[in-house]
């Protein structure tokens, strides 16, 4: 994980919420209260972090109100734009960005060149924003430094995207990306699934965090040139009840959608199963470069 530790403001986060953690802890911690109550409380405030305290922004350090993750003046930067993407792949498209959120490129194209010529095995996808500085910081906070509060604000985000993204219609139940067995014991939480959460209870939609399986382990595509990371990825999912999938509209969530492979890899997954309809519903994009 050096992602985890090159960003200056990861140690100072995971710092600041090792701290405050304890301390809330300790201010709730009735004299006789059973050890089991003691646990499970520092266990749910452990999970709620900082949500339940007016804390600093993880952007900037600065004043966030209470239950809020970041200051007003970095969720305006971050979230108070959105640009025209492609309807399949989410990819960025030119022209301008919309200050309402609104995305689409009015009167042009809204499928990429790319996606016409080779089409993916999903067919929509939605992106709350580009994987970018300073954002990259927020998926990196939740995914490495354990900031599971984060996940709802990625889960509102993502829903208002849906709300701006034309022609977006609603998945019938939701599936994170599964991590593997060696994946998931390691970092002790899949946060495909804690943003999927967020997202269904936003937009009233199920989530099914076992409609696929990740069959073994594969290397992070992060680490596999580009040119082997088909055949890494390839194979890599099973559906263990088909009559959970036949014929229905999946949507498939991630936090960072990068080349895309892992997302058409687990979509052909489902059309082969049956899948009517798939869409892609990650809080990041990565632009191409
Ligand atoms: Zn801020
Ligand atoms: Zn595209």
Known sequence: MPGAQSGPDIPAAAAATASAVPAAAGAVQPPAAPLSTLARLSSLLARAGHALLPGACVLCGGEAGAGAQTCPGCHAQVFGAARPRCRTCANPLPGAWHGDGAAGQPGGSEICGRCLAHPPAFDATVAAVDYAMPQDQLVLQLKFGGRLALAALFGRALADATQAAPGFTRPALLCPVPLGP????????????????????????????????????????????????????????????????????????????????????????????????????????????
């Open 182 to 289: 060696q994946r998931l014991a390691g970092r002790g939480f899949n946060q495909a699934l804690e943003i999927a959460r967020a997202l269904g209870r936003r937009l009233d939609i199920a989530v099914a965090p076992r409609l696929a399986v990740r069959v073994h382990d594969t290397l992070a595509q992060s680490l596999v040139q580009p040119s082997a990371r088909r055949a890494n990825i390839a194979h890599a999912f099973a559906v263990p009840d088909r009559a959970q999938v036949e014929g229905r509209h999946v949507g498939i969530v991630d936090d960072v959608m990068t080349s895309g492979q892992t997302l058409d890899e687990l979509a052909a997954t489902f059309k082969r199963h049956g899948a009517a309809r798939v869409t892609c519903l990650v809080f990041a994009r990565t632009p191409p470069h």
